[in-house]
């Protein structure tokens, strides 16, 4: 169990992204954490040991990780994993058969698919609900209910819940509420301060944000709960290697900066849309048109580069796909590099066609992760895609 180092969190974020959770080697003065590339810690004597045992329980590289995501999301424990999916599976074995869980519907699609396919069948019950509206959670919640799990904005269709508001149900009913704060990142939204309890990521995503590694992380603050996931972490053994723990770390040092020209970015490409293709067919919470963009402002502090477009049908969603240069056709989002992608067969092809039709989710319907690159060649680049249509 990593605890953040207290003094760390009175630091301001851009502070926080450079130096929480780490201090230099006392050994040699390294200014960054060593990778330590090691399965096992050698002993002094019979149950005489510095603290480290054996590496999927604790890992010193890992832990570094750990205390300065912990210390970004304003919370007191973090617990990196293999994979954003490993991560929530591992919070997920908190709960047992019987206990039911609600849901936000339009969550990412692995989420949906990790639920109905596999914690479903081990005996756990899920209601999936338009997490827009909180009295709809209000609604879903039983005797058995004992979490929430929203993700906002939503992946793709960007739809916003209000912290607030979820963090006061889950209060007031006696359950957990859990976050997936992969599109936001603490950079610009801290769930932990709306009264939730777990914040999760992919942080194969903007965390890292290079593109060159898989993973998750949690972030929590009550000692408890902290001390039944570490259970878990240790236990179920999803945990990443010191190396992409180190690739992270060095991931976060740049949040700040990079949040910050990933928001820019996503403005400039947003209003270049909405003025060629229609305000109504550009989907981006920081767009004055979008119906939560109230909403978003009171509980975000930017907006990132997600933007998802209604090219209106396959067709033209291919055409534009085949054609962008800058933006690379691929899944994943959040790196440096722009990328563009078709939910409805990439990132969602997991969500039943119904299902997906419901929310929005249309053949249509294309996704850009806008990067750090210069603005001015990003639009270039969706001038000559949009062309003739
Ligand atoms: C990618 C993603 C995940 C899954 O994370 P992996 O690291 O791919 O396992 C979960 N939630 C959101 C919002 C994502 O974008």
Redesign the pocket.
């Known amino acids: 169990m990593t605890r953040v180092f207290d003094e760390d969190l009175n630091a301001r974020f851009a502070t926080r992204t450079i130096h929480a959770g780490q201090r230099p080697d006392p050994t040699t003065g390294a200014i960054m954490p060593p990778i330590y590339q090691t399965s096992t810690y050698v002993q002094d004597a019979l149950g005489v040991h510095k603290g480290y045992e054996y590496a999927r329980g604790k890992n010193p590289t890992r832990e570094a990780l750990e205390r300065n995501v912990a210390a970004l999301e304003g919370g007191r424990h973090g617990f990196a994993f293999s994979?954003?999916?490993?991560?929530?599976d591992s919070i997920m074995k908190l709960f047992s058969a019987g206990d039911h869980i609600v849901c936000g519907e339009n969550?990412?699609g692995?989420?949906f698919r990790l639920f109905d396919k596999v914690l479903r069948r081990m005996g756990m019950t899920f209601t999936f609900v338009d997490t827009r509206d909180p009295q709809r959670i209000e609604d879903a919640i039983t005797t058995a209910t004992k979490a929430v799990i929203i993700?906002t904005p939503t992946?793709p269709m960007m739809w916003i819940t209000d912290l607030a508001a979820v963090g006061e149900i889950a209060k007031r009913r006696g359950i957990l509420c859990i976050v997936?704060n992969?599109?936001a990142t603490p950079a610009f939204q801290r769930p932990l301060e709306f009264g939730a309890h777990i914040v999760y990521h992919?942080?194969?995503?903007y965390l890292n944000g290079h593109s060159d590694i898989?993973?998750?992380i949690a972030v929590l603050s009550d000692d408890g709960l902290a001390e039944r996931l570490q259970f878990i972490l240790n236990a179920a053994g999803a945990v990443p290697g010191p190396m992409d723990a180190w690739l992270t770390l060095r991931g976060t040092k740049t949040l700040a900066l990079r949040m910050k020209a990933h928001d820019a970015n996503g403005r400039r490409v947003a209003a270049w849309l909405a003025n060629r293709w229609g305000v109504e067919r550009v989907i981006f919470p920081g767009l004055p048109t979008h119906p939560q963009h109230e909403l978003a402002k009171q509980q975000m502090s930017g907006f990132g580069g997600m933007i998802s477009v209604e090219m209106g049908s396959r067709e033209k969603a291919a055409t534009v796909l085949g054609r962008t240069h800058v933006y690379a056709l691929a899944e994943?989002?959040g790196g440096v590099e722009s990328l563009i992608s078709h939910p409805a067969s990439m990132?969602h092809a997991s969500v039943p066609p119904e299902r997906r039709a419901e929310m929005g989710i249309t053949d249509g319907l294309i996704r850009l992760s806008t990067g750090v690159e210069d603005a001015d060649d990003l639009i270039a680049d969706l001038e000559q895609a949009f062309k003739g249509l």
């Open positions: 994979s954003g999916m490993g991560c929530l969550v990412y692995g989420t993700e992946n997936d992969t599109f992919s942080s194969t995503k898989v993973g998750g994943s989002l990132t």
